[in-house]
Structure formats: structure tokens, C-alpha cells
């Protein structure tokens, strides 16, 4: 399995996408390149001290786990982890109330899929978090082209992670695999738009679609069991 394949299969694996209803605002600019790439190290202080495995941002042994099913070329996935994210990682996933968990899906092109692929490879460096915010932060016009390997490839390099392992990882077999689960893991809990954010704790399950304020946030953690 390669990322060719994974092109010309993503319709079978996502079945469910000729359905969906995605929440979307005005895209970036199209042009983005690796040397117009900003806020790389706002990104970094953002994360700085907080401990990441995988696709999880936050300490493993958080009462609650907040799952966003994002794609990198969303609009109002960017819109979230600009506008809303940060104010959630500091009130809850940095002292330890909650952790947060990357799912990248690719419901908008070709580009969406490269991005899923790519995020998944930084996931394989602890990194995804930084991966996926610095590249929305830099986001460009849906299906313009903007999310490029040499796009992706800079932000790894500008995040200080191994580039020839992301490079292996990005074309291997296990980030592959990896990508399909995730579009498995989103029709199992009905994702019919990005983002979506579900959260489980000690008292169930809540989800909400879109870019949503820290109020929801709230509601959602203290539903669950958050205190």
C-alpha cells in the first residue's frame, strides 16, 4: 500500500463523504510556500511543556480525551485552532483536566489527503499537534494546490523533527494503514464535518460539530464527567 494507492482508493474507504455537509468559511491564500511559512515558533511556545505521544497532545493519564477529526484543508478547522484551541490547551490539556487527539480525515481533494498522510507521519515523532496547527495557521484556498510535500517538508524541518524519517514514514506502509483507520474511526462515530470534536470521560460521551467558542468546550467537558 503507497500513497498512489491511497489516491485512487479513497472513494471506497470513504463512502460516506458523497453525504456530508462540511462546515466551511472563506479559504486562505493560495499562495503558500516553504518560505512564506509563519508562526512556527508561535506554535512551538504554545506546546512547549506539554507532553505528546502520537496523536495525543497532553498527560496519558488525563480524565478526559477530546478526539477532533479535522482535515488540513478545512476552513473551519483553521478557524478553530486559531481562534479557540489555544485558550482549550491552557485551561484544560496543560494542567492535566484533559488531553486532545488528532484524527486527520481528507474530506475536501487530493490536497486533504496528502495532509492526512503527512500528519500522520509527524504522529509517528510525537509531533502531530505542532504539525497540524502550524499548517492551518499558514492554511491556503481548499483544493488550490498549497499543501504540497515541499510545504509539509518545511514545517517538519522548521519544527526541528527528523526529515528523512517523516519522508519514509509519509510514503510507508504503516502511515498508510494508519490513514484508512482514522476514515474508519470517523464513520464509526458519524463525522459528517470537520471539524468535530468528541469528547469521553467518566461520565459518557459528548460530540459537537464546527468552530466553536470555549463555552462549548465547557458544556462538553462538564457533561462527561470534566469538573
Known amino acids: 500500500m503507497n500513497r498512489k494507492y491511497i489516491v485512487g482508493a479513497v472513494v471506497a474507504a470513504l463512502v460516506v463523504v458523497a453525504a456530508l455537509v462540511i462546515f466551511s468559511v472563506t479559504g486562505g ?3 503558500v510556500s516553504p518560505d512564506s511559512l509563519e508562526d512556527i515558533a508561535l506554535v512551538q ?3 512547549q511543556g506539554i507532553p505528546q505521544s502520537g496523536a495525543t497532545l497532553g498527560q496519558a493519564d488525563a480524565p478526559i480525551e477530546i478526539l477532533e ?3 488540513l484543508q478545512c476552513p473551519a478547522c483553521a478557524s478553530s ?3 479557540h484551541l489555544p485558550e482549550v490547551i491552557e485551561r484544560f490539556v496543560r494542567p492535566g483536566a484533559a488531553k486532545l487527539t488528532f484524527v486527520p480525515i481528507a474530506f475536501l481533494g487530493d490536497d486533504s489527503e496528502r495532509g492526512a498522510l503527512g500528519a500522520e507521519a509527524a504522529a509517528r515523532q510525537d509531533a502531530i499537534w505542532p504539525f497540524v496547527t502550524a499548517l492551518y495557521l499558514n492554511q491556503g484556498g481548499e483544493n488550490s494546490g498549497w499543501l504540497s ?5 518545511a ?3 522548521e519544527l526541528g523533527l527528523d526529515v528523512d524519517r517523516w519522508n ?3 510514503a510507508g506502509d504503516e502511515v498508510a494503514t494508519a490513514y484508512f483507520e482514522a476514515a474508519s474511526r470517523a464513520e464509526e462515530e458519524q463525522v459528517t464535518s470537520t471539524p468535530t470534536f468528541v469528547f469521553r470521560g467518566p461520565d459518557g460521551r459528548a ?3 464546527g468552530a466553536r467558542d470555549i463555552s462549548a468546550f465547557e458544556d462538553a467537558i462538564e457533561q462527561v464527567g470534566g469538573q
Open 207 to 209: 460530540a459537537f460539530a
Open 168 to 170: 519514509d514514514d509519509y
Open 149 to 153: 510535500d515541499a510545504v509539509m517538508r
Open 69 to 71: 477529526f479535522g482535515d
Open 45 to 47: 511556545e504554545q506546546m
Open 29 to 31: 491564500d493560495d499562495e
Open 81 to 83: 485552532a486559531r481562534e
Open 155 to 157: 514545517v517538519v524541518e
